[in-house]
């Protein structure tokens, strides 16, 4: 079963900049379409942005334009970098596989606390 391993999160000023990676073990991670999900304090989880596997991207609302996620098959390796960051994108952050409309696979690292905080 394919495992994920989340690194890169911290704590930053409004404003910053993070990258967040994402390992996956096994060898077919370039059949998957892959998404990053956080959950905040009391929240829910949910989508913050998403790469199928031809490419195509997809991204919440609310990180549109600061967020860019971007895969590296040969490394099978997911990334999320993450500018101009907000106090409201604190959050654990975590990828997953997804399937048809972003659904999780349920395959959950430990994930990366983001903190962003003056």
């Known amino acids: 079963q394919v495992q994920f391993v989340e690194s890169g999160g911290g704590l930053v000023p409004p404003g910053g900049s993070l990258r967040l990676s994402c390992v996956a073990s096994?060898?077919?991670?370039?059949?998957?379409?892959m998404g990053w999900y956080r959950q905040a304090p009391g929240k829910q989880r949910e989508l913050v942005a998403g790469?199928?596997?031809?490419?195509?991207?997809t991204y919440a609302d609310s990180v549109k334009v600061r967020f860019t996620i971007s895969r590296d098959n040969a490394k099978n390796t997911v990334y999320l970098q993450m500018n101009s960051l907000k106090p409201e994108d604190t959050a654990v952050y975590y990828c997953?596989?997804?399937?048809?409309?972003?659904?999780?696979?349920?395959?959950w690292g430990q994930g990366t606390k983001v903190i962003v905080s003056s």
């Open positions: 096994g060898s077919r991670f370039s059949n998957y379409a």
């Open positions: 997953s596989s997804a399937v048809g409309d972003w659904a999780p696979s349920g395959v």
């Open positions: 790469i199928r596997i031809d490419g195509r991207r």
